[in-house]
T-cell receptor, first 110, second 114 residues
Framework: DGGITQSPKYLFRKEGQNVTLSCEQN?????MYWYRQDPGQGLRLIYYSQIVNDFQKGDIAEGYSVSREKKESFPLTVTSAQKNPTAFYLC?????????FGPGTRLTVL | SQQGEEDPQALSIQEGENATMNCSYKTSINNLQWYRQNSGRGLVHLIL?????REKHSGRLRVTLDTSKKSSSLLITASRAADTASYFCATDHSGSSNTGKLIFGQGTTLQVKP
């Protein structure tokens, strides 16, 4: 059963803590992406990776970090430097132009 | 910002009616894509139209692209209650570098009343 998974579905963080969001795909896609979605808004690109061991900043990378050690995995760390991290985070992957999305992680800062 | 703009922001129609939503963008594109998002879920790809295409169909969906006006429209015919969702256009401006990066619009929320 091919697809893209994200965990956890809900995540609560205290101010000053780093948290890591998981994204895994078994679609054999080279490219992976992280987006942030705020209520009533579109998606904004945080980071993307076109190949293992390489990644690029998107439009809103400040306060976030990523790694791409395996083709299947692209974890996102939300650091304490991110001033307003409460949002819905979406991971996607692609082989060509079409992107396939995971179900999302909703992060809330307490 | 290259972010696309969509209108209307919200649309409410009766089942069986057609729904049209529009997307505009600012700079040249490789392709334009439409995605659907049910509340609290991930996005699902609906249709892609390339910059050298003017119209595409997929089932009850019809997409048009006017590169001279930098705009696109998505038409959903004979709408159903299950079409209730948010619809986003996304544009690829990566040119020859083909990064696959997409710029998403803010979306149109469609409500189809049974």
């Amino acid at each position: 059963d091919g697809g893209i998974t994200q965990s956890p579905k809900y995540l609560f963080r205290k101010e000053g803590q780093n948290v890591t969001l998981s994204c895994e795909q078994n679609l054999n896609h080279d490219a992976m992406y992280w987006y942030r979605q705020d209520p009533g808004q579109g998606l904004r690109l945080i980071y993307y990776s076109q190949i293992v061991n390489d990644f690029q900043k998107g439009d809103i990378a400040e306060g976030y970090s990523v790694s791409r050690e395996k083709k299947e995995s692209f974890p996102l760390t939300v650091t304490s430097a991110q001033k307003n991290p409460t949002a819905f985070y979406l991971c996607a992957s692609s082989r060509w132009e079409e992107q396939f999305f995971g179900p999302g992680t909703r992060l809330t800062v307490l | 910002s290259q972010q696309g703009e969509e209108d209307p922001q919200a649309l409410s129609i009766q089942e069986g009616e057609n729904a049209t939503m529009n997307c505009s963008y600012k700079t040249s594109i490789n392709n334009l894509q439409w995605y659907r998002q049910n509340s609290g879920r991930g996005l699902v790809h609906l249709i892609l139209i390339r910059s050298n295409e003017r119209e595409k169909h997929s089932g009850r969906l019809r997409v048009t692209l006017d590169t001279s006006k930098k705009s696109s429209s998505l038409l959903i015919t004979a709408s159903r209650a299950a079409d209730t969702a948010s619809y986003f256009c996304a544009t690829d401006h990566s040119g020859s570098s083909n990064t696959g990066k997409l710029i998403f619009g803010q979306g149109t929320t469609l409500q189809v009343k049974p």
